[in-house]
């Protein structure tokens, strides 16, 4: 069974940047899954994809984000992180990390809990 | 970018009872459609992918149908652990992914 715990600082100046990490255990970032996905929900609305990163590095944004985020892996950490810059009161949500089944990266099996970000001074 | 429509927005049930929920897209999608568990507090949990494929241990009392632009999720007997909320997905045409607004199930 594989376990995903995103962290990261919950509090985050506007202007500033958002880092999040999230660790996998019971697995590995090169095993469960070729991809490894951010995903946030903003209060009252649903959830929207930001991006993922494969266990080799590769990434692949969503449009509305492209210009803010980076992903990148640690495999030796069984870890993949994400940093979003110049973040506005727009980017305050629960973010959440998850894996794609093999085979797929467009749906999601495993999740992590979710970490909530708020933006403000 | 495909836009996802949940209906309704809240649907109250009593226990034992059917729930019925409806995502609509505003273009086809074809059968590239899955349906999300989410509870407050806890890890999210694929239910349903290519519109009516029950994922790994998911209960049968969870089915998904519909194609092209109109899906339903229909929970038969609502358990007290289906009180949540719902969301769709489509990954037919991307970037992006992208969800429905969701449909909160709750306590009639």
């Known amino acids: 069974q594989v376990h995903l715990q995103e962290s990261g600082p919950g509090l985050v100046k506007p202007s500033e940047t958002l880092s999040l990490t999230c660790t996998v255990s019971?697995?590995?970032?090169?095993?469960?899954?070729?991809?490894w996905t951010w995903i946030r929900q903003s209060p009252g609305k649903g959830p929207e994809w930001i991006g993922y990163v494969s266990y080799g590095g590769s990434t692949n944004y969503n449009p509305s984000l492209r210009s803010r985020i980076a992903m990148s892996v640690d495999t030796s950490k069984s870890q993949f992180s994400l940093k979003l810059t110049s973040v506005t009161a727009a980017d305050t949500a629960v973010y959440y990390c998850?894996?794609?089944?093999?085979?797929?990266?467009?749906?999601?099996?495993?999740w992590g809990r979710g970490a909530l970000v708020t933006v403000s001074s | 970018e495909i836009v996802m429509t949940q209906s309704p927005a809240t649907l109250s049930v009593s226990p034992g009872e059917r729930a019925t929920l409806s995502c609509g897209a505003s273009q086809s999608v074809g059968n590239n459609l899955a349906w999300y568990q989410l509870k407050p507090g806890q890890a999210p949990r694929l239910l349903i992918y290519g519109a009516s494929t029950r994922a790994t241990g998911i209960p049968a009392r969870f089915s998904g149908s519909g194609s092209g632009t109109e899906f339903t999720l229909t929970i038969s007997s609502l358990q007290s652990e289906d009180f949540a909320v719902y969301y769709c997905q489509q990954y037919y045409n991307w970037p992006p992914l992208t969800f429905g607004g969701g449909t909160k199930v709750e306590i009639k």
């Open positions: 998850a894996s794609s089944p093999r085979g797929t990266v467009t749906l999601f099996d495993y």
């Open positions: 019971g697995g590995s970032v090169n095993s469960h899954s070729f991809y």
